[in-house]
């Protein structure tokens, strides 16, 4: 099972407190460093304040050098197509090829409401992030010299020229994820170079791993995407070291828990074992504190070290069915 850090910057960080994190990631030998995508807080008062997920990843990707960069996941509400496929693949040739992009419908009213974002009905923001996805893939995908058109329900675009070009070919691996049952799972086998659900029980996950399978079946899709796991996480070698872990993330870990990983290197290493059983080959390990870069040491040498490594692994560029407008 290969590792990644997320982080959730929404709930106070500065582009310091990031750049310092993922450069510790990356130090200490983790595959990725993920931005959530959010503008409000979930708990606590949210100082400093937030952060814009693409602008951070701008940043970030001048001052890194291998680790992978991207979103756990952006919300489709908060920005048109177009622009957002000029900005993904500006940060990608920053990057020298290092983004991947991670797209759902959205989903916190709260926030929506708070800075001033429409928030329409869940089937209308599946109906945008599909509409969303045929236009990135198609205008990333369209031909040096034509020109890419695009006629939805929510979106139009006419005669573009198709010249933001990312440095991976044909465009930068795209994650998809969530729990929904049915149009979910064919979104996935659609356009998804990899699927991830965020804060399962192992059981729930190896059942939308299931529906995925069966969505790629249907679709024709020789092979299905990557798949991985998010799960927030809180280690320690101790009891005392653990309890005053816990004490620094505060109420932010009772908020976002779900099926947290919580206790020594060894309960934490065998519980992700549970969900590389069920179907896992990428975990992405979400940390709290920002601070706290030993957190990170730790994970990397007393976590990922005892998982077994994926056998085969599967690259982000197993290829999604072809998709109208794509």
């Known amino acids: ?60 990707a001048r001052e890194t050098e291998r680790i992978r960069l991207g979103t756990l996941v952006g919300a489709a509400t908060f920005r048109h197509p177009g622009p957002l496929a000029v900005a993904v693949a500006q940060v990608d040739a920053m990057s020298g090829g290092r983004v991947e992009l991670g797209l759902g419908t959205g989903w916190y009213a709260a926030e929506h409401v708070a800075f001033g974002v429409p928030f329409p009905s869940l089937a209308e923001r599946f109906e945008r992030l599909e509409e969303q996805l045929a236009v990135l893939t198609g205008l990333w995908r369209t031909p040096e010299g034509e020109r890419f058109s695009f006629a939805g329900r929510h979106y139009r675009l006419e005669a573009n020229p198709a010249l933001a070009r990312p440095a991976q070919r044909p465009h930068p691996p795209i994650i998809i994820g969530g729990h929904g049952a ?37 679709a024709g899709r020789p092979s299905p995407p990557v798949f991985s796991v998010a799960l927030t996480v809180c280690c320690g070698r101790s009891r005392a070291e653990l309890a005053a872990r816990r004490e620094r993330m505060g109420p932010a870990l ?47 040498e007393e976590v990922a070290s005892r998982l ?12 999604p069915a072809s998709a109208p407008g794509a």
């Open 254 to 300: 009772e908020v976002l828990r779900d099926h947290a990983l919580v206790g020594t290197p060894a309960t934490v290493a065998d519980a992700l074992a549970a969900y590389a059983d069920a179907g896992a080959q990428l975990a992405y390990l979400q940390v709290l504190d920002l601070s706290d870069l030993g957190h990170l040491e730790l994970l990397a």
């Open 308 to 319: 077994v490594p994926e056998r085969g692994a599967v690259s982000h560029r197993a290829a």
């Open 1 to 60: 099972m290969r590792t990644r850090i997320s982080v959730e910057p929404q709930q106070g960080a500065t582009y310091e407190d990031l750049l310092a994190a993922a450069r510790a990631a990356e130090r200490c030998g983790f595959e990725g460093f993920f931005t959530s995508d959010h503008l409000l807080h979930f708990a606590g008062d949210g100082r400093p304040g937030p952060t814009d997920a693409w602008i951070t990843l701008a940043g970030l």
């Open 182 to 218: 049915r149009r979910t799972p064919a979104l996935a086998a659609r356009y998804a170079d990899e699927f991830n659900v965020a804060f399962p029980s192992v059981a729930e996950y190896a059942a939308q791993v299931e529906r995925v399978r069966e969505a790629c079946a249907r």
